[in-house]
């Protein structure tokens, strides 16, 4: 499964950078996605409401959300959002077979 993760450093974290600038961040990403099972397939720092962006592919949500906890829980993040992709194809192929069954409430 592929997912989109979107994250905020602390205060914590972003002094890290400071001191050390020149440390890949994306090699210590990497690494841990792979101990879970999964693969960096890329990531980026960003401007705006968040500090990065990665996809990576890994077997479950609770896989990607178990990465989620351990990273927050060094106080280096504060916000991450973790992003399934989908198929929208086979989503609206579901509720095409499902339409018209579901009554909205008062009707």
């Known amino acids: 499964m592929k997912y989109i993760v979107l994250g905020t ?3 914590k974290g972003l002094a890290g950078f400071v001191q050390n600038p ?4 994306g090699a210590a990403a990497s690494k841990m996605i792979e101990a879970a ?7 980026h720092l960003v401007r705006g409401p968040y500090d990065f962006v990665a996809t990576i592919e890994i077997d479950s ?6 990465m989620k906890l351990v990273m927050m829980s060094t106080g280096a993040i ?3 959002v ?4 989908i198929d929208m194809n ?12 579901y009554r909205p409430p008062g009707k």
């Open 37 to 43: 099972g999964g693969k960096l397939l890329d990531m």
């Open 22 to 25: 020149n440390e890949d961040r």
């Open 9 to 11: 450093y602390t205060d």
């Open 78 to 80: 504060k916000d991450m």
């Open 82 to 85: 973790t992003l399934e992709s």
């Open 90 to 101: 086979k989503v609206a192929s579901h509720a095409s077979k499902i339409a018209g069954t």
């Open 61 to 66: 949500f609770e896989a990607a959300a178990g």
